[in-house]
């Protein structure tokens, strides 16, 4: 069965610093892998896929991705962490040759000045 | 940039009552999509929609659920006879022509069944 696993309930970083939030999966065939962010009151915003080709990606707000299939990881990362990044971050994939996503339990990221 | 939009943000029902919740995909898009988040839990696929039938639905989407494209523009979901379970946030998503294409989702209702 496809699954996504995120470890962390929630992250804590200082502003500057750089961040990772961890996400696991377990597909069968090729995964199609997503990070979208969720602010409060609001919907899942697409952040970044990797589909095919580098296993680093990038995407929105000087987010970026590493695919790693030895390891059937797709870490978030960013280089330096803002405040105004503090949100739900929420792992996707999709396989399987079907379009719907499985979404991980998602990750708090709390980023402090 | 184009959006998904939802309506109403917020919805309250009475058990036993039938509820229709309302999406506006982004124009271009064909594939559109249901799911739910019941609080505190992770979010879940309820249904998809192509060319104007399911093309997949989850084991949640039984027979109380059903979906309609009325229009060229709308796509609603129909709870039909609500139980207090049904209560949680949808988000409707829409996604373009090519499977690699981002599903990108609206701010959701909120339903909330008394």
């Known amino acids: 069965a496809q699954s996504v696993a995120q470890p962390e309930d929630q992250v804590n970083v200082a502003e500057g610093n750089p961040l990772t939030v961890k996400c696991t999966y377990s597909v069968s065939g090729n995964p199609y892998l997503f990070w979208y962010v969720q602010y409060p009151n609001r919907g899942l915003q697409f952040l970044l896929k990797?589909?095919?080709?580098?296993?680093l990606v990038k995407g929105s707000y000087g987010f970026e991705a590493e695919f790693n299939k030895s390891q059937t990881s797709f870490h978030l990362k960013k280089p330096s962490a803002l405040v105004s990044d503090s949100a739900l971050y929420f792992c996707?994939?999709?396989?399987?040759?079907?379009?719907?996503?499985?979404f991980g339990a998602g990750t708090r990221l709390a980023v402090h000045p | 940039e184009p959006e998904v939009t939802q309506t109403p943000s917020h919805q309250v029902t009475q058990m036993g009552q039938e509820v229709i919740l309302r999406c506006v995909p982004i124009?271009?898009?064909?594939?559109f999509y249901w799911y739910r988040q019941i609080l505190g839990q992770k979010v879940e696929f309820l249904v998809s929609?192509?060319?104007?039938?399911?093309?997949?639905k989850s084991e949640i989407f039984d027979d109380q659920f059903s979906v309609e494209r009325p229009d060229g523009s709308n796509f609603t979901l129909k709870i039909r006879s609500t139980k207090l379970e049904d209560s949680a946030m949808y988000f409707c998503?829409?996604?373009?022509?090519?499977?690699?294409?981002?599903?990108?989702f609206g701010d959701g209702t909120r339903l909330s069944i008394l």
């Open positions: 124009s271009n898009h064909l594939y």
């Open positions: 990797y589909i095919t080709g580098d296993n």
């Open positions: 996707a994939v999709r396989a399987g040759g079907y379009n719907k996503l499985i």
């Open positions: 929609f192509y060319n104007n039938e399911i093309s997949e």
């Open positions: 998503a829409s996604s373009g022509e090519t499977d690699n294409q981002p599903q990108h």
